[in-house]
């Protein structure tokens, strides 16, 4: 008898367990991430950076499984035909056509609002074939404004500042070219890389927690802005 009702429960178990992946496939958000923005003078940024940006971030979604993410060959089709403007506001009106022409009921907008590099000389350097050891160090830090507008209302339902900084020793491997590819190619191994990697893998964290899993994360990431506003308040002098 117990045979049996195993024999007949577990059918039952995987067809539900089935079903239920199903539905929760059918039900993640539908995200599709526009070109980014530049307000800054970053020497590495050129043309089709922006384009670079918005790929990584869909490839770092898709990556986490827990969205459905627009192909960027259908996104940039659609978005040539709209006005975005300079701001990168998107009106109601201009996020529901992007909505129904895309499927994407969220657009990701990224824009590069600050970056500084820093090299200082140690003494001591040395060069050879291409490999240079000590003699220099060097620093980037990069800040990126997110917003993700829901193109039913056109509305910003999140936002946020994301913050890194990187730092190399006094070893630079200048062999290496290998990188991001497109127009970032070459910077991987670079603090600048590093720290658009860096970027990169925070917004998607922070999507996934805000949009998905919406669990004590959420607190986690409000302290962690909290921080980050102190720390900037606290660089300036306010008069």
């Known amino acids: 008898m117990k045979k049996l009702l195993l024999a007949t429960i577990v059918p039952l178990l995987a067809v539900f367990l089935a079903a239920g992946y199903a539905e929760a496939r059918r039900n993640k958000p539908v995200l599709a991430v526009a070109e980014f923005k530049n307000d800054t ?49 998107v009106k109601a009106s201009t996020a529901a056509k992007i909505g129904k022409l895309t499927g994407a009921k969220y657009l990701v907008m990224g824009t590069v609002t600050s970056f500084e590099e820093n090299v200082s000389g140690t003494g001591g350097g040395i060069s050879f074939g291409g490999i240079s050891i000590g003699g220099k160090k060097k620093e980037a830090y990069v800040a990126v404004d997110l917003r993700v507008v829901n193109t039913d209302t056109g509305e910003v339902e999140h936002f946020r500042t994301v913050e890194a900084s990187s730092k190399s020793g006094g070893l630079s491997l200048g062999i290496f070219k290998g990188g991001f590819g497109g127009t970032l190619g070459g910077e991987k191994k670079t603090p600048v890389g590093k720290a658009i990697r860096a970027c990169v893998i925070e917004i998607a964290e922070y999507l996934e927690c805000v949009m998905v899993d919406k669990d004590s994360c959420v607190e986690d990431y409000e302290a962690k802005e909290s921080r980050r506003r102190e720390r900037t308040k606290g660089s300036i002098d306010l008069q």
């Open 41 to 89: 003078a970053a020497y590495w940024w050129r043309g089709g950076t922006g384009r670079d940006l918005a790929s990584m971030l869909t490839n770092e979604l898709a990556a986490g499984k827990k969205f459905k993410m627009v192909e960027r060959k259908k996104l940039d089709a659609v978005l040539k035909e709209q006005d975005l403007g300079a701001s990168g506001r």
